[in-house]
């Protein structure tokens, strides 16, 4: 159980256009989901946590007008990231909080690479 | 600010010997303390939790301990396998569900 899928697992764009990744919790309903970024090399670092039905929280220096994130249920969160520059391009993952301990149960990751 | 830090980053050992890694955290608050093991290229695996009021846990040849105390836990792998090389990430749990994860370790363990 506690499985956490994310769509696409790579996506290359272009410079300028957005880009929409997808994060669901298979089996379980999660009220909070997080996203995070790793450059490579580097170790996670979280970039926002979504709640089902209301705003995202964005950690700082995290850009809300450039990082959409949306959970309009309690098995999905989306992240759009908008007008995508070579410097977005990272892998990102998400994690959907569930389970008797609430602790979070992680996605394989996107690899997003803006050309 | 809180912070999470592992030495060493990088650790290369023959197989068969027993490990540790380490991870100094600088909240004395957390919740919990995890490690997670991540392959080139992958997501996280979640490998051990430790919930604030225990000392250690145990997953076969995996055994994680936790000291608030001193703002230190470890990651003992013992008889380790080809197949154990990987990044080794721990990260503190905090009230807020955030987990804060550290700079990681790059275990390589040659045949």
């Known amino acids: 159980g506690a499985v956490v899928s994310q769509h696409p697992s790579r996506v290359i764009c272009k410079s300028g256009t957005s880009v929409k990744i997808e994060c669901r919790s298979l089996?379980?309903?999660?009220?909070?989901m997080f996203w995070y970024r790793q450059f490579p090399k580097q170790s996670l670092m979280l970039m926002a946590t979504?709640?089902?039905?209301?705003?995202?929280?964005?950690e700082q220096g995290v850009e809300k007008d450039k990082f959409l994130i949306n959970h309009a249920s309690l098995t999905l969160s989306t992240l759009t990231v908008t007008s995508a520059h070579p410097e977005d391009s990272s892998f990102y993952i998400c994690?959907?909080?569930?389970?008797?301990?609430?602790?979070?149960?992680f996605g394989p990751g996107t690899r997003l690479l803006v050309l | 600010k809180q912070e999470v830090t592992q030495i060493p980053a990088a650790l290369s050992v023959p197989e068969g010997e027993n490990l540790v890694l380490n991870c100094s955290f600088t909240?004395?608050?957390?919740?919990?303390l995890q490690w997670f093991r991540q392959d080139p290229g992958k997501g996280l695996t979640s490998l051990l939790l430790?919930?604030?009021?225990?000392r250690e846990q145990t997953s076969g040849r995996l055994n994680a301990s936790l000291d608030k105390s001193s703002g230190r836990s470890t990651l003992y792998i013992a008889a380790s396998q080809p197949g154990d090389s990987a990044t080794y990430l721990c990260?503190?749990?905090?009230?807020?569900?955030?987990?804060?994860f550290g700079t990681g370790t790059l275990l390589a363990v040659q045949p």
């Open positions: 979504s709640n089902e039905g209301s705003k995202a929280t964005y």
């Open positions: 994690s959907a909080l569930g389970g008797r301990w609430e602790t979070q149960y």
């Open positions: 909240d004395s608050a957390i919740y919990n």
């Open positions: 089996d379980f309903q999660a009220t909070t």
């Open positions: 430790i919930q604030s009021s225990q």
């Open positions: 990260a503190e749990g905090g009230a807020t569900n955030k987990l804060i």
